[in-house]
């Protein structure tokens, strides 16, 4: 079955840099577009980046836009998002999900949480 | 961008009950809208897909309908697993992808 398992995840001073892991499996991973979806507490979901089966496309929301780079490792089944300039309203859970541009958010990861505290 | 607008942010019903959750959207997109259920501290779970297509296994008391502007998720009669925060969310631009979300909770 499909699984996507996050990583990486932690606490941080602001200004900080941290690289979040997805291992993905149950699936040809290299068939599907991967996102990265976040909830900050109490808030709701916000579709923040996604990359293209190929990594030939990627997206950001606004709000990650020149701090946060997607990528993938299509041999290793993997996805990561590099995150820097961190923020105190960076903080919340990380999902990992198959899905994005084109694709519905049709599997989820558990979450990963980020803490970006001074 | 595209905005989303849910309502009613919280329904308070018992189990047994109906009940109808409504997504607006700030401009047209056609169909390409889905449904999610949230619970507490799991993954979010896709519901309904393209408006109307209920996701492998989901059950058949979920419902979508709507196109458009308007959009309309449908729970014909609410289980105790039902109660959770549900999103509706566009696949036309990454902008303002999710809306609020509408908590439907045990009255």
């Known amino acids: 079955q499909v699984q996507l398992v996050e990583s990486g995840g932690g606490v941080l001073r602001p200004g900080g840099s941290l690289r979040l892991s997805c291992a993905a499996s149950g699936f040809t991973f290299s068939d599907y577009y991967m996102s990265w979806i976040r909830q900050a507490p109490g808030k709701g979901l916000e579709w923040i980046s996604y990359?293209?089966?190929?990594?030939?496309?990627?997206k950001y929301a606004e709000s990650v836009t020149g701090r946060f780079t997607i990528s993938r490792d299509n041999a290793k089944n993997s996805l990561y998002l590099q995150m820097s300039s961190l923020r105190a309203e960076d903080t919340g859970v990380y999902y990992c999900v198959r899905g994005g541009g084109p694709d519905y958010a049709n599997y989820w990861g558990q979450g990963t949480q980020v803490t970006v505290s001074s | 961008e595209i905005v989303l607008t849910q309502s009613p942010a919280t329904l308070s019903l018992s189990p047994g009950e109906g009940a109808t959750l409504s997504c607006r959207a700030s401009q047209s997109i056609s169909i390409y809208l889905a449904w999610y259920q949230h619970k507490p501290g799991q993954a979010p779970r896709l519901l309904i897909y393209?408006?109307?297509n209920r996701a492998p296994g989901i059950p058949a008391r979920f419902s979508g309908s709507g196109s458009g502007t308007d959009f309309i998720l449908t729970i014909s009669s609410l289980e105790p697993e039902d109660f959770a925060v549900y999103y509706c969310q566009q696949r036309r631009n990454i902008r303002g992808a999710f809306g609020g979300g509408t908590k439907v909770e045990i009255k």
């Open positions: 990359i293209s089966s190929s990594s030939s496309f990627t």
């Open positions: 393209d408006a109307s």
